[in-house]
């Protein structure tokens, strides 16, 4: 099943890291998907639907990547819209 969140938020949280094998610690990128400013969210019956948000802890290489192809469908995504405003 998908659940949809309406926003996307990245930050660095200290002490969120990860162990490391030498002991050293690797900083964590904290990525959180909510609803916490979309306003009332309801389901197809027009009930109100209250989600928790759904975090994860990124690796900055993980983190690197996913920003990589976030701005790449992004770019994709504008030029469709300017593709599609052409032809109307």
Do not use: K
Request: glycine fraction near 6%.
């Amino acid at each position: 099943m998908i659940e949809h969140r309406f926003e996307i938020q990245a930050r660095l949280e200290g002490g969120m890291t990860e162990r490391r094998v030498d002991g050293s610690a690797l900083q964590l990128v904290t990525v959180c998907l909510s609803d916490e400013r979309a306003g009332e969210v309801s389901d197809a019956n027009g009930e109100p639907l209250l989600r928790a948000p759904v975090v994860s802890y990124l690796r900055p290489g993980e983190a690197r990547e996913l920003a990589f192809w976030l701005l790449e469908l992004a770019e994709l995504a504008e030029r469709r819209t300017e593709a599609e405003d052409e032809r109307a």
